[in-house]
Structures are given as structure tokens and as C-alpha cells.
């Protein structure tokens, strides 16, 4: 299969109501804001997301959540083992692994493998140190995180967690006291890229590009949660700049600068010469 044969850019417009669309476990789970109070989502929550929607369109995945795990992996190394062998090392491996799953010819991946006992005492014996492998696969595709279009208005509400710790309902305890944290209602937007030249290392091809392109107006379903009710996170519209070569005709940041969007919801497009986006209605 030939790798990816033009470059692609793409965007996201993405609508939160009374939701937290991710979390910060260093701020006790309030959504993630930046210093000028815009709400934010992690490029790594969005993969994950990604990732999940692929999976569940029946592509292989490589780095699964244990919510969703498709086999009987107790980590990512013996997924890698039981995939790809146990004798790791060099650009085969690296093959092998891109040619199994979509996350890591899309995304890249960094393995990074623990020597077996026995290497490990051989190598103490010859005093060549440890004989781990790490083998990392650069990815052609890459996600920005995504930021409100203007500052977000974040609500905390206090919730009884759990029964009274004496269980007959005359105490409670202070671990049954908790914190949930939402977004009423904000716009956010997020862009990404895909890089043909990084393709062919990995064999990323234009199918792959038009699998995550389905799932992409889909990123929320299927993906409810008690921060997230169904319905409270939706996808608005997708972009999709599809290049008429290699290189591009345009750097990635003169495309996603000809997206403006407004609080609302509605946008504007500039669009370049040569290069119309596909506009794409989320589901």
C-alpha cells in the first residue's frame, strides 16, 4: 500500500454544554484553562478520544485504554511482545509495529522494553549495562490541542460521594464529601496536520487518512461519562484541506489562520487560492 500522497490539514469546531471536557488531576479535576482563562483539551484527551472511535470502527490499536481493551494485555510491553515477538530491536520491529496498528503509523510510538533477566545478568556479567531497547517511531499525524474561542465560565457544585461512614445516617464522614466542575456552555476549535515525507517511514496511507477523517465528526459518541453526559459534547463542523502535492501549497499555519470563529459557533473561512477545505457536519 503506497504511503500518504498529499499533505493534509484539518479542523475541528467543537461545542461543550455542561460538561468537563478534561479534567486537570493536578487542579482537582476543574476543565484545563490557560492563563487568559480559555478553556483547554489536551492533544493527548483528543487522541485518546481518536483512538477509541478507530478502535471501535474495528481498526487495530495499539495503545488501548483499559475501559476498552480489545485483548488480555496487561501492558503496553506484552502487547508488544505478543504482536510484534520477543526479539526487539531495529528498523524491522519498527516495520512490524506500524504495519499492525493505525495509532502507531499515525501518531508514532516510543518503545521502550526492559531487557529480559537473562540479558540482564549476562550484561552485569560483562559489565555492558543494561541491554533495554527503545525504538521510537516518529508519526506523520499531529494534533493540536484545543482551546475555547473566548474565556470559559467554570461552575463547581458540592456532591455527597458515598453514605454516611457510621451507615445508619447520623454521621458523615469527610471522605463522602466531594467536588464535580463544569463548563456551561463554551465554542473550542482544534487543527491538526498530516505529513506525507513522515508517511513513508511509517507506511501511513491516504485510507488511513480517510479512516481518521470518518471519525473525526464522531470524536464524542460512545464516549458518555458522569463529567460528560451523553449530548453535553458534540462535534460542530470539520475542515479538511486536502494539498495538491507533497509539500503542500500553503505551511499549516497560513491554513488554520483562514479559519475564524466566532462564540457562537458560526465561522468564516479565507480561502486560499487553489485550496478549498471540505466542509464536514458533526454527527
Known sequence: MSSLSNKIDFAV????????????????N?????YNGLGEISDVCLKRKLR????????????????RKMDDATSLQ???????????????TAKKACEKWLDVRAFGQLFAMKASKKKRADSEDDGAGDTGVSIPIRGPVTVQSAFSVAPVDVTSTQITKSVSGEGDGTKRGSDTMG????????????????????AERTGFSDADAEAIKAQLPKLFENDASSARPE?????LKVFWWRHSSK??????????????????GTYSLKNLDGLIPEEIDGF
Request: proline share 6%.
Open 13 to 28: 469546531i467543537l461545542r461543550v454544554n455542561h460538561a468537563n471536557p478534561n479534567g486537570d488531576p493536578l487542579n482537582g
Open 78 to 92: 506484552d502487547r508488544a511482545v505478543r504482536g510484534l515477538g520477543k526479539d526487539f530491536g531495529g528498523l524491522e
Open 52 to 67: 477509541d472511535r478507530l478502535q471501535e470502527s474495528g481498526a487495530a490499536i495499539f495503545v488501548q485504554s483499559d475501559d
Open 30 to 34: 476543574r476543565p484545563r484553562t490557560d
Open 231 to 235: 449530548g453535553t459534547m458534540r462535534v
Open 247 to 264: 509539500p503542500g501549497q500553503y505551511s499549516s499555519a497560513r491554513v488554520h489562520g483562514t479559519l475564524n470563529v466566532s462564540p457562537d
Open 179 to 198: 467536588m464535580k466542575h463544569r463548563v456551561d456552555n463554551a465554542v473550542y476549535v482544534f487543527f491538526g496536520s498530516m505529513n506525507p515525507q513522515l
